[in-house]
């Protein structure tokens, strides 16, 4: 009986450490469709194309952008404490007005709700900006709208890659332009801070940094060869629609046939 006892508990004991070494692999082989899944439950179908959560979420992110970057933009014109501030604030009313359009047509074509009000964290920069003065209001001006635009930059990129949704994609591009104009009109006032940028992005981050090597002082690398197809190519397009250092935004009107814009 004793012998018995033993033996059982030796098996028990065996399936228990195989149960252990075996769950491990079926968790991951569960865990394996998790992505898919998400995407799954958060994805609506529509005639233009599946709408995932990620879609909405650009959605209602491009309406707030507008929500408080526009009246920014017209708190900047009016203020006009200088050019270069009053030329970025217009850019800012032209894009916002422009993409708003966009999104409410969108919106309403996939039936995502709208924001109508900045959120708390937006209506906190738009009081930051209306209280400062002089240098201090152009620095919190610059700085705030352009650490903004370069975190929503990449968002966008990641959503125009991934979306299945052609009316998306399609406002994916339109904000990708403006969010990229506005970065643009921005730095050209010669005020943005990027050496706080670069802090805040290393504060961020959590890999080593990776890359080439690290130049060395005093050392003249040679230069790369040209990249280029071979003579029997012929191209018709051009590298970029505008001069250097500027955005081209013009764009055909949205299609409204819902009658969002009214009128």
Known sequence: MRRFNGTALIMAALAITLGALAYPVWSYADRSGTGQANLAAGTVATQWGPLSASDRDLIVRVRLAGLWELPAGQQAVQRAPSS????????????????DKRVRIVAAQLGVELPNVPNEQQQGWLDEMSAATGAEYEYKFVNLLRAAHGKIFPAVGA????????????????????????????????KVDFEAIANEVAGAATASPTGPAIPAPGVVVPSAPAAQAS????????????????????????SDSLGVLGG
Do not use: C, F, Y
């Open 84 to 99: 270069a501030i009053k030329e970025a604030g217009d850019h800012l009313i032209v894009g916002h007005t422009d993409l």
């Open 159 to 190: 959503v125009r890659n991934s979306t299945r949704n052609s009316l998306v994609r399609q406002l994916a591009s339109d904000t990708n332009q403006t969010v990229l104009d506005h970065i643009t009109i921005l730095e050209k006032t010669g």
């Open 231 to 254: 003579d029997d190519v012929r191209t018709t397009s051009k590298p970029s629609p505008g001069a250097p250092g500027t955005v081209n935004t013009g764009r055909p009107d949205p």
